[in-house]
Every structure is written in C-alpha cells, then in structure tokens.
C-alpha cells in the first residue's frame, strides 16, 4: 500500500443534511479520498442537501444513500460535520442516532467536528469520554459527563473530535490514521 494512500480499500461514511459547515463536509470527504478511501454521503432522503458556507447558504452536495439504508458492515469509520444546523436536526432522527450507536458498539471510529458532538451527547456516547467541540456547546457536552477540553483534536478510543474548520487538517490526520491503525490491528 502506497503511502500516499493509507486508506485504499476502505469505505468511510459522512452523515449530514442541509446546514453542514461547507467546509468541514468537504475537506474531509476531499481528504478521504486522497487518502484512497471510498467515502458516501448518507442523509435523510437522497435529494442533494445545501451546505452552510460561514455566514449563508453553501453548495449543494450530491448525496449516495438514506442513513435508513446504510449497513455498517460495509463502512470502516463514520465522520459527522458541524455547523449548528445540521447536527440539531439530526439529533431528534432515530436513525441518525441508532447509526452512530452502531459505529461505537462496533468500535469503529466516530468523528464529530464543530456542533457534531451533540450528537454524540444524543447517542450517549459523551459520559466518561475525553472530548472537544465547537465552544458554544462546550458545556452541554460536559453536562453530558465528557471530560471536556480546549484542544485541535482528541482522541479517545475509537471517538476522534475537533472544535471547529480551523482544525480541519488535524482532524483529517487523526481519522486517517484511527482508520488505518485499525486495520492494521484487524490484520
């Protein structure tokens, strides 16, 4: 395997719908790729959704399947973007939130960036964890027991989190390496 490609031959998943930070759905699905990974888009429906770029509206991006139809057998780690719309609506849908479940229990990495957090709060992920998130959430992640700290990434287990688009690069980096350092344990 390449190095330039660390992660060929593997599937990765972002869960989004309208309101994603525009840049923390697309560095990483760019940066996934690059990485050689497969990566689909799983929304609610499989209309495109919109981003939201900084202070409007963003792009539209192309989604490949429901959240409903996903099998996480078939997905080596899940990345969820921020922005403050997107994880508020996906936090009230059980589908959403049953799929995160699903990666945890089957200890593959779970990435959140930004608000995305609060979906691990929904899913009962926080309670115990070391984490971080976008400042504004940050006591709503600590009320939900995290240990909560002020840093570009943590990671802590199979849990990768970040606070905002300026930690873009490093929040990359730790899901490429938590993907291609449980392959190579599964080997």
């Known amino acids: 395997m390449a190095a330039s490609t660390p992660l060929a031959a593997h599937r990765i998943l972002i869960m989004a719908t309208d309101g994603f930070e525009q840049s923390e759905l697309e560095v990483?699905?760019?940066?996934?790729?690059?990485?050689?990974?497969?990566?689909?888009?799983?929304?609610?429906?499989?209309?495109?959704?919109?981003?939201?770029?900084?202070?409007?509206?963003?792009d539209d991006i192309e989604v490949d399947?429901?959240?409903?139809?996903?099998?996480?057998?078939?997905?080596?780690?899940?990345?969820l973007p921020g922005g403050q719309i997107n994880p508020d609506l996906l936090r009230v849908e059980t589908a959403a939130i049953a799929l995160?479940?699903?990666?945890?229990?089957?200890?593959?990495?779970?990435?959140?960036?930004?608000?995305?957090?609060?979906?691990?709060?929904?899913?009962?992920?926080?309670?115990?964890?070391?984490?971080?998130?976008?400042?504004?959430?940050?006591?709503?992640?600590?009320?939900?027991?995290?240990?909560?700290?002020?840093?570009a990434v943590v990671v802590d287990g199979n849990l990768i989190t970040s606070r905002c688009p300026h930690d873009l690069d490093a929040f990359c980096n730790a899901i490429i390496t938590a993907v291609a350092d449980a392959a190579a344990h599964a080997d």
């Open 100 to 151: 995160i479940k699903g990666f945890a229990a089957a200890d593959k990495p779970v990435a959140a960036i930004c608000h995305a957090p609060w979906l691990l709060v929904e899913a009962g992920l926080a309670k115990g964890r070391r984490m971080t998130s976008y400042k504004s959430i940050r006591t709503d992640v600590a009320n939900a027991g995290a240990d909560v700290v002020d840093e």
């Open 28 to 58: 990483p699905l760019a940066r996934l790729r690059e990485a050689g990974a497969t990566v689909d888009i799983a929304s609610l429906d499989t209309a495109e959704i919109t981003g939201w770029d900084k202070d409007d509206w963003g």
């Open 65 to 79: 399947l429901e959240i409903a139809d996903v099998d996480i057998d078939d997905y080596d780690a899940l990345v």
